[in-house]
């Protein structure tokens, strides 16, 4: 998918250049007044950027240059808003079905397997008005679905629910991306959801994009500490190894292996997890009297400024070929240690977060 | 209750159903128009529409009876079509009547049209309803307690009228002769035992009009 977009509004100018994978979850990142959501937008055609580029699979949907645009109603795309936008006056059914009728797909395709795994079968009769927030969000992606889009489109589609409902829904949006074969645009200000959720990660900051590139891999980057300040930190790809008998959980990953307390996730499921900058420390030789568990061998491979006055933020290569982690750790620590690239030092992981 | 009274019910209840269709028919594009334009034109179109709000019944009257008279320029237009001229038939009230009754209309409209906003319209076009199947299965049943509200006003305010009605109708019967006319003219001729039928009427008339309205609007605000 490729879209280039160019748009001045008096004091904020969105100018950007994308070029992002066929398949997976980008998420789009960046504060409020970014302007990701006015990329969605402009993706949606919900917004007319003059100029524009915007090819989707092998379709092109906006070529200005050849005063090519596709209108919203002739794109088959999926998108889903903030808040609830189910039509108040149809049932759950109707509102489904409202998309199905008009795409092409009123023999309701899929529409068995779309109610399990969002679970919304039993809603199928009630009114919008007597769901949970949580409960509309899922009628609400279904019914995008329902349309078969070439491509889904998520503004914050969690923003306006709660930490429960939150937690709710996003076991659903995990089970999606492991059953969808098409490319989702995910807006959002959360980096927890972009930790669980996202592939692909796009930053977008005063407009622009800041950078752009693999989850893993771009989180690791020491270059943008600013986006993330306090959640500055990585993603590691684990799968289950084995539940232990004092209910301590085996995670394995290429180049080591984390404990992690109790998770009800079989053995050899894969399990996303999150490690803060903040909550890594490094010492230059292993301990055997520390209550940390989680002790990586790794090297330091780069240095740079931390967000926070007076740390430093530590790139480490966990083995040979193995992921990336970030430290953050003081300016004066690591003088004292006289930490430098190419060394070899031990990261002791305080906390790991499961998503 | 004499004939001619009979007749001047059925001639309004004929007017107030016809102006009230056309009004619907008319207003709601203009409604649709002043509720999402950007256009500096905004401003005038509404203040025109809303004109009649304010302008006394006679001088609305009196500019169309000009405008619409064998000397106004749309009187000679249709006498050059061959076409019957409008003052004093009931052609002319209609017209007269969809003028002075517009605002009733355009305004309960635009509102509920402005108080959906873009966003159901935004969701529909992404689940590939054209603008126009848009409208009419999302925006006019959101819309709904508008259209009654504003189907309601016309209707009655059409009922209601009498300047507009003597400026441009006259007065005869069976033709132009409205209830309002009709109850002048009893009142005019001492007639009070006939004139309190209809009055009375008109009372109770406009009492269950008002009780429909207001309770229209609890239930849909009750609903939302």
Redesign the interface.
């Known amino acids: 998918m490729e879209a280039r977009f160019r748009l001045a509004y008096p004091g904020f100018t969105l100018d950007v250049d994308l070029n992002l994978p066929e398949k997976g979850v980008t998420a789009l990142f960046g504060p409020s007044g970014s302007g990701k959501t006015t990329v969605l937008r402009c993706v949606?055609g919900?917004e007319r950027a003059p100029g524009g580029f915007l090819k989707v699979a092998d379709s092109i949907w906006q070529n200005d240059a050849h005063g090519v645009f596709l209108?919203?109603?002739?794109r088959p795309?999926?998108?889903v808003?903030q808040e609830a936008?189910l039509?108040?006056?149809l049932s759950v059914r109707k509102n489904l079905e409202?998309?199905m009728k008009?795409?092409g797909n009123a023999r309701g395709e899929g529409f068995d397997a779309m109610l399990d795994l969002l679970g919304i079968r039993a809603l199928l009769a009630r009114d919008p008005e007597h769901l949970s927030g949580g409960e509309r969000q899922r009628v609400a992606i279904a019914?995008?679905l329902l349309?078969r889009p070439r491509l889904l489109l998520l503004d914050e589609p969690l923003a306006a629910l709660d930490v429960k409902k939150k937690q709710e829904i996003l076991p659903y949006l995990e089970a999606l991306r492991e059953e969808l074969n098409i490319p989702v645009l995910y807006v959002s200000h959360a980096p927890d959801e972009v930790a669980r959720l996202a592939d692909h990660l796009v930053l977008i900051q005063n407009g622009r994009v800041t950078a752009s590139g693999a989850l893993m891999a771009t989180l690791a980057r020491l270059d943008l500490g600013s986006a993330f300040t306090d959640d500055a930190g990585v993603v590691l790809e684990t799968t289950v190894a084995a539940h232990e008998a004092d209910g301590l959980v085996r995670l394995e990953f290429p180049g080591g292996r984390l404990y992690v307390t109790e998770r009800d996730k079989p053995p050899g499921s894969r399990l996303r997890c999150r490690i803060h900058a903040r909550d890594v420390s490094l010492a230059l030789s292993a301990h055997n009297d520390t209550s940390i568990l989680n002790v990586l061998p790794a090297t330091v491979v780069a240095i740079a400024g931390a967000d926070a006055p007076g740390h430093v933020l530590v790139q480490l290569q966990l083995a040979e070929g193995g992921p990336l982690l970030l430290a953050r750790i003081t300016e004066r620590s690591r003088r004292a240690l006289a930490i430098a690239p190419g060394m070899a030092v031990v990261a002791q992981v305080k906390s790991v977060a499961l998503l | 209750m004499d004939g001619s009274s009979l007749a001047a019910i059925w001639l309004t209840c004929k007017l107030a159903t016809l102006v009230t269709v056309l009004l619907l028919v008319v207003g709601t594009p203009i409604a649709w128009w002043l509720a999402n334009t950007c256009s500096r034109l905004k401003g005038p179109v509404g203040a025109l529409v809303s004109l009649p709000l304010v302008l006394p019944p006679t001088v609305l009257g009196f500019y169309l009876l000009l405008l619409l008279g064998p000397y106004g320029g749309i009187g000679k237009a249709m006498d050059a079509l061959d076409l019957e001229r409008l003052p004093f038939t009931f052609a002319g009230l209609v017209v007269a009547s969809v003028l002075y009754s517009l605002p009733f209309v355009v305004q309960p409209i635009q509102n509920a049209f402005e108080a959906i906003g873009r966003r159901p319209l935004e969701v529909a076009a992404s689940l590939r309803a054209t603008p126009l199947d848009a409208f009419f299965s999302v925006v006019v049943p959101l819309a709904r307690p508008g259209f009654v509200t504003a189907a309601i006003l016309g209707f009655a305010h059409t009922v209601g009228e009498f300047g507009v009605v003597l400026m441009m109708g006259g007065n005869i019967p069976g033709k132009t002769q409205v209830l309002s006319v009709k109850i002048y003219d009893y009142v005019e001729n001492g007639d009070y035992a006939q004139a309190h039928w209809l009055a009375g009427g008109m009372v109770l008339f406009s009492f269950v009009v008002l009780l429909l309205l207001y309770g229209s609007r609890k239930q849909s605000s009750w609903s939302r």
């Open positions: 949606a919900l209108p919203i109603h002739a795309l999926g998108l808003f936008s039509f108040p006056h409202y998309g008009r795409a019914r995008a349309t």
